[in-house]
């Protein structure tokens, strides 16, 4: 079996940052895309980057610019530098990823709240 776990969220004021990082663990042949997705309150999960195995990356529009995913293969590691927040961005964030032999699986999430 393998495991998403996330870390890094917090509380931070407007315009400050936040890292958060993912780490999968367990029986890990290979790993293709990694995603961090975030839902609000009251709203759909949404995605918000993702990123290959190769290193090519895409952005949500009302992210780009602000926040930068990357990833550790050595590590089995996902990582989303956050800067510039918004209260909008308040959130709790989910990685995802697409397992080789395992399919897709989610970590628990990680609350992210930014104050205005």
């Known amino acids: 079996q393998v495991q998403l776990v996330e870390s890094g969220g917090g509380l931070v004021q407007a315009g400050g940052s936040l890292r958060l990082s993912c780490a999968a663990s367990g029986s890990i042949s290979s790993i293709d895309a990694m995603r961090w997705y975030r839902q609000a309150p009251g709203k759909q999960r949404e995605l918000v980057a993702g990123?290959?195995?190769?290193?090519?990356?895409a952005y949500a529009d009302s992210v780009k610019g602000r926040f930068t995913i990357s990833r550790d293969n050595a590590k089995n590691t996902v990582y989303l530098q956050m800067n510039m927040l918004k209260p909008e961005d308040t959130a709790v964030y989910y990685c995802?990823?697409?397992?080789?032999?395992?399919?897709?699986?989610w970590g628990q999430g990680t609350q992210v709240t930014v104050s205005s």
């Open positions: 995802n990823a697409d397992f080789a032999v395992y399919g897709q699986r």
């Open positions: 990123i290959i195995s190769r290193g090519s990356t």
